[in-house]
C-alpha cells in the first residue's frame, strides 16, 4: 500500500510537470531499476577500495565541473580527475563500495560519515527488511555488502546537527555541518592507526545553507526545495549559486582538515554528482546512469600535521535513529519529493 501511495503522489506530481512522471516513474522502473540489479552483478564504476589512498575524504553531490570552477581557489586541490561512481545515489554507493569483495581492506577502515544512509543500509540493512520500500532501493538487496560491525571503526555523525535541530556549527534547517567531520576526522587521525581513513562530508547535498548561515537568515525557497522551485521559475542560476556557495563551505573545512592530519595520500571524491536539468534530468537516483550523477571528482593532495586545530567534539554514540526519524531527515533532504 505504501509503494502505491507514493507512486500515486509521483503522479499527482507530474500532471503539474509532464517531465516528472518520465523521471520519478518510468525511468525510475524502466531502467534505474534494472541497472541496479545488474550493478548487483557486475560492478558499474570504479569501487573506490580499489584505488591508492591513506585518506578519503567523500563529498555528497559534487560535480567534476563545479571542482574545476573552483579549484584555483584552494591550494590544496590541483588535478581535478575524474572516475565513474559505483552508485547514482548514497545508498547504492554505500552498498556497492562497502561489499564482500572488499571485506579486507574494509575491516582495516575508519569510516565517519555524515549520510544518514549508513545507518539504513549497512546496518538495519533496510534493502533487505523493509518490504514497503520503494522498488529501487529494495534492489540494492541483489548486492551483496558487508554487515556494519565488519567495519574497523564507524561513527555516526548524522546524529550532529540533524535538520531542525540547535547546534554550534550550522543553520537549524540544514543538515550536519562539515564541522564535525573535520573535527571528529582530525580525533580518529591523532588517535588511531587504521589503516584507512574514510570521511564522508554531507555537503554540497541539499537543503544549500552556508549562505543563510552567514546572512543569519531563514533559508529561501530554493534553497530548501530547489526541485519545485525549479519547476516553478526555471530559475537556475540561483540554484547554482547555492550549490556552489556549499561546496566553497566544505572545502573551506577541508582545508582545515588537511592542516591538521599526516597523511601522504588524501584523496577528494564523492559518492555521486548532482544533475541540474542536463537530459531533462534533476537531482541523483538510485540506479542512475546519467554522466553528470554518475562522474565524480578525483582529487589527489596531502595533509601534515601542522596542529593548528584542537578536536572539541565527543564521539557519537551511534544511537539508531527510528524509522519516523530517518524519514523525516531523508525528506527534508529532498528524497521524498
Known amino acids: 500500500m505504501a509503494n502505491y501511495e507514493q507512486t500515486l503522489e509521483k503522479v499527482r506530481k507530474g500532471l503539474k510537470n509532464p517531465s516528472r512522471v518520465l523521471d520519478q516513474v518510468i525511468l525510475d522502473y524502466t531502467y534505474r531499476t534494472p541497472a541496479i540489479g545488474l550493478n548487483g552483478i557486475r560492478t558499474i564504476g570504479t569501487n573506490v577500495f580499489d584505488r591508492e589512498w591513506d585518506v578519503l575524504i567523500v563529498l555528497d553531490t559534487a560535480r567534476v565541473d563545479a571542482l574545476r570552477v573552483v579549484a584555483d581557489e584552494y591550494d ?21 563500495t562497502f561489499d564482500e ?45 558487508v554487515d556494519i560491525e565488519q567495519l574497523g571503526k564507524v561513527e555516526y555523525l548524522f546524529n550532529f546537527e540533524t535538520i531542525g535541530e540547535e547546534g554550534p556549527f550550522g543553520h ?34 541539499t537543503p544549500w545553507f552556508s549562505q543563510a548561515l552567514e546572512e543569519g537568515r531563514d533559508l529561501k525557497y530554493h ?4 526541485w519545485n522551485y525549479y519547476y516553478d521559475t526555471g530559475d537556475i542560476e540561483s540554484i547554482w549559486g547555492a550549490y556552489m556557495s556549499d561546496l566553497r563551505y ?50 589527489v593532495t596531502s595533509a601534515e600535521d601542522n596542529e593548528t586545530y584542537q578536536p572539541t ?25
Open 250 to 299: 566544505v572545502l573551506d573545512d577541508i582545508e582545515v582538515l588537511l592542516d591538521n592530519l599526516d597523511a601522504e595520500r588524501v584523496v577528494i571524491t564523492a559518492d555521486h554528482g548532482e544533475a541540474f536539468g542536463e537530459y531533462g534530468i534533476l537531482g541523483h537516483k538510485l540506479g542512475s546512469l546519467h554522466p553528470q550523477i554518475r562522474k565524480v571528482p578525483w582529487i
Open 172 to 205: 537549524t534547517w540544514g543538515n550536519t555541518p562539515p564541522r564535525y567531520v573535520t573535527d571528529r576526522g582530525i580525533a580518529v587521525g591523532r588517535e588511531h592507526d587504521f589503516d584507512r581513513l574514510m570521511l564522508q562530508y554531507h555537503q554540497p547535498h
Open 101 to 145: 569483495k572488499h571485506v579486507a581492506e574494509i575491516q582495516n577502515t575508519a569510516f565517519l560519515s555524515a549520510q544518514s544512509h549508513v545507518q539504513e543500509i549497512l546496518d538495519t540493512k533496510v534493502q533487505k527488511t523493509d518490504s514497503d520500500r520503494p522498488l529501487p532501493l529494495k534492489a540494492l538487496r541483489t548486492i551483496p555488502s
Open 76 to 96: 590544496f586541490i590541483g588535478q581535478v580527475d575524474s572516475i565513474w561512481s559505483v552508485g547514482g545515489a548514497s545508498a547504492e554507493w554505500l552498498a556497492r
Open 313 to 337: 567534539v565527543e564521539e557519537p554514540d551511534n544511537s539508531k535513529m527510528s524509522r519516523e526519524e530517518l524519514d523525516n531527515q531523508l525528506e527534508a533532504l529532498g528524497y521524498r519529493t
Open 223 to 226: 534553497e530548501y526545495d530547489w
